[in-house]
């Protein structure tokens, strides 16, 4: 359908776009046209796999030296003599 597209009517396309939102709209309306290409393509990945894809869960770093928990305040609220 779109495979005969060359260079004039894509630049034409580009125009019309440029004319309708203006150039501070543009990138953004880019932006999302890819954000949602990406998103449709993971979907369509996920669809077609056998088994469903599983996020990666990195585990956490650790540090040099281990922290150690805080101690609970004791619950004796004795006081110092003056």
């Known amino acids: 359908m779109f495979g005969n597209l060359g260079f004039g009517e894509i630049l034409l396309i580009?125009?019309?776009?440029?004319?309708?939102?203006?150039?501070?709209?543009?990138?953004?309306?880019?932006?999302?046209?890819?954000?949602?290409?990406?998103?449709f393509k993971?979907?369509?990945?996920?669809?077609?796999?056998?088994?469903?894809?599983?996020?990666?869960?990195?585990?956490?770093v650790q540090t040099a030296a281990p922290v150690k928990p805080e101690e609970k305040p004791s619950s004796d609220n004795r006081r110092l003599p003056d």
């Not at 125009?15 to 998103?39: C, D, M, N, W, Y």
Request: glycine content about 8%; cysteine-free.
């Open 14 to 39: 580009g125009l019309v776009a440029l004319l309708l939102f203006g150039p501070q709209k543009l990138p953004e309306l880019g932006r999302s046209l890819g954000r949602t290409i990406r998103e």
């Open 42 to 60: 993971k979907s369509a990945q996920e669809i077609m796999s056998d088994e469903p894809a599983e996020r990666k869960v990195e585990p956490p």
